[in-house]
């Protein structure tokens, strides 16, 4: 059962910028990469991954430039800047505050502890 893209939206930068944190990559392998990290529960829509893309780079957090592919097929390369790993370090600090707060809300900790 796939799970509510509402639930992991506010947290489609620090996704792309987890991946590219890695290695260099373009939008299809990352989606690819999403999907199978997740078991097939996540997808990104293209026009949320390109729209994400072109945020992240208008805010100099990561940058694209063309690939040379053997198959002639060109393909935009994103890699992370070092503001990208900045805001990537930050993202990842709220996911944690905001796992917990929401743990909390949900009693899982006490459920987890019992």
Do not use: V
Request: one cysteine or more; charged letters at 25%; glycine letters at 8%.
């Amino acid at each position: 059962m796939p799970i509510s893209a509402d639930l992991i939206r506010g947290h489609t930068d620090a996704i792309l910028l987890a991946h590219l944190i890695h290695k260099d990559s373009y939008g299809y392998e990352i989606n690819k990469a999403i999907q199978q990290t997740s078991g097939g529960l996540y997808e990104l829509k293209e026009a949320t991954l390109y729209t994400a893309f072109k945020r992240l780079e208008d805010a100099g957090c990561i940058a694209s430039y063309w690939g040379e592919e053997a198959t002639n097929a060109r393909r935009k390369y994103y890699r992370i800047t070092p503001l990208g790993r900045e805001l990537f370090g930050r993202l990842l600090e709220e996911w944690h505050i905001t796992r917990d707060i929401i743990d909390k809300l949900l009693n899982t900790e006490a459920e987890n502890h019992a």
